[in-house]
């Protein structure tokens, strides 16, 4: 899956000159986190709730809404935005836009296709797709199991659980915490999981956690 494929299409923006006020409400009214600053169809910059959370200060500090008002509305997008901004391209994986995010710790990416802004993914939006590839968006049972991390091995499970007749719905390995082994999670298409976790045993696997969840 790509970026492209999860990215949302219908853009809400600003402009440098715009002043604080506007990005707050633009914000709230658009139930939004991060907005991409443009110029012309070109990005320039980025703002988050936090960057104008920051600018602003609170409202009970101000004897008036029309004073709070006219001290926000005196600062402008490009006095507080992130100018170094940090973006993907359509066709990159989404797991790679995800590792992005974490890196760089920021909740948004604009998408840029020929230094043109096409679109932003968010950490909700990948959140949603990694919800997806681990198959937690059904009922099924899930398999946890460390395994040696040598060639042949994760194919001798998925060939244990289809002798059982069962259907995996995802599957997914990760580092173990320590040794040279990985930690395989698999979702299965049954409400019981028992003969599955009985003839992983029965080859040799020890330690199989298998649980029904909803």
Do not use: C, W
Not at 34 to 41: F, Q
Not at 138 to 147: G, K, L, V, Y
């Amino acid at each position: 899956m790509r970026v492209k494929d999860r990215m949302r299409r219908s853009l809400v923006s600003v402009a440098q000159s715009d002043t604080l006020d506007h990005a707050l409400t633009t914000l709230k009214r658009f139930n939004i986190r991060h907005l991409p600053v443009v110029k012309g169809d070109h990005v320039v910059g980025i703002v988050s709730d936090r960057d104008v959370k920051k600018a602003a200060p609170s409202p009970f500090d101000y004897p008036t809404a029309e004073e709070f008002r006219a001290f926000t509305s005196a600062v402008s997008v490009k006095e507080i935005m992130t100018k170094e901004v940090v973006t993907v391209a359509p066709l990159t994986p989404i797991e790679e836009a995800a590792s992005l995010m974490s890196q760089k710790r920021i909740g948004a990416l604009p998408v840029v296709q020929e230094g043109r802004l096409i679109g932003m993914i968010t950490e909700t939006d990948v959140l949603g797709v990694m919800t997806e590839m681990m198959g937690a968006t059904q009922t099924a049972s899930r398999i946890e199991i460390e395994i040696p991390a040598s060639p042949g091995t994760l194919t001798e499970v998925i060939g244990i659980v289809e002798g059982q007749q069962i259907e995996i719905a995802s599957l997914v390995t990760l580092p173990a915490r320590e040794g040279a082994r990985r930690l395989l999670i698999m979702r299965l298409r049954t409400i019981n999981p028992d003969p599955v976790v009985r003839a992983l045993e029965a080859r040799g696997y020890p330690q199989v956690v298998g649980e029904f969840v909803s």
